[in-house]
């Protein structure tokens, strides 16, 4: 009896091969649809993180742009007093010039910005720009900057605007630079040995 109540039991548990099939794809069916569930959940999620995070750049460009602007408010109002101020009083004038200088020069810093000089250093294309050439007499002073046209400028260790130099070369190398025939140039070294 044992054997018979047996094979009974196991026909009733044993599944054909498609009905396993069947409750197999049943299966991942489910399993699939809870992960394209759970991605489109996730990509909604991303998506709104991406429109918070752009939506909170532009906040802090537009504070950091209006922070700027009102620290430079002071500086514009002491340049329309100077300008409205009447008098011939050139020296009072010079002076006053000055202390707006210092006075935005003290804000920018303030903002992180450093000046920075090239002269008498060796050229290097990172923080200057070379804008024309003078000829030099030593070795030592080849390639390395000997005038600044315009002055350089950094924020954070980054440059924002590199110098604006003039380099010296020895006489034979300048005769030879491809940059050498060019009227500007030309013109810019006779007005520095003059």
Same mark, same amino acid.
Do not use: W
């Given at each position: 009896?044992d054997?018979?109540?047996?094979?009974?039991?196991?026909?009733?548990?044993?599944?054909?091969?498609?009905?396993?099939?069947?409750?197999?794809?049943?299966? &991942?069916?489910?399993?699939? !649809?809870?992960?394209?569930?759970?991605? &489109?959940?996730?990509?909604a999620?991303?998506?709104?993180?991406?429109?918070?995070?752009?939506?909170?750049?532009?906040?802090?460009?537009?504070?950091g742009?209006?922070?700027?602007?009102?620290? &430079? &408010?002071?500086?514009?109002?002491?340049?329309?007093? $100077?300008?409205? $101020?009447?008098?011939?009083?050139?020296?009072?004038?010079?002076?006053?010039?000055?202390?707006?200088?210092?006075?935005?020069?003290?804000?920018?810093?303030?903002?992180?910005?450093?000046?920075?000089?090239?002269?008498?250093?060796?050229?290097?294309?990172?923080? $200057?720009?070379?804008?024309?050439?003078?000829?030099?007499?030593?070795?030592?002073?080849?390639? !390395?900057?000997?005038?600044?046209?315009?002055?350089?400028?950094?924020?954070?260790?980054?440059?924002?605007?590199?110098?604006?130099?003039?380099?010296?070369?020895?006489?034979?190398?300048?005769?030879?630079?491809?940059?050498?025939?060019?009227?500007?140039?030309? !013109?810019?070294?006779?007005?520095?040995?003059?």
């Amino acid at each position: 009896m044992d054997i018979v109540e047996n094979r009974a039991h196991n026909r009733k548990e044993k599944k054909g091969p498609v009905t396993e099939l069947v409750e197999r794809v049943y299966e &991942l069916e489910v399993i699939a !649809q809870t992960l394209k569930n759970d991605y &489109l959940r996730a990509l909604a999620d991303f998506d709104n993180f991406r429109r918070r995070m752009e939506r909170d750049i532009e906040i802090k460009k537009r504070e950091g742009v209006e922070a700027l602007i009102c620290d &430079l &408010l002071p500086v514009l109002d002491n340049f329309e007093r $100077a300008l409205n $101020a009447s008098g011939d009083n050139a020296e009072g004038i010079k002076k006053g010039v000055e202390l707006i200088y210092r006075q935005l020069v003290s804000i920018l810093e303030g903002y992180g910005l450093k000046g920075f000089s090239c002269v008498g250093e060796k050229f290097d294309p990172r923080r $200057a720009e070379a804008v024309g050439y003078v000829e030099c007499a030593t070795p030592e002073e080849d390639n !390395q900057v000997v005038e600044e046209v315009c002055r350089g400028y950094e924020v954070a260790g980054r440059v924002i605007r590199p110098s604006r130099v003039k380099v010296g070369k020895i006489g034979s190398k300048l005769e030879s630079s491809p940059e050498a025939g060019t009227g500007e140039i030309e !013109q810019e070294n006779q007005e520095s040995n003059s």
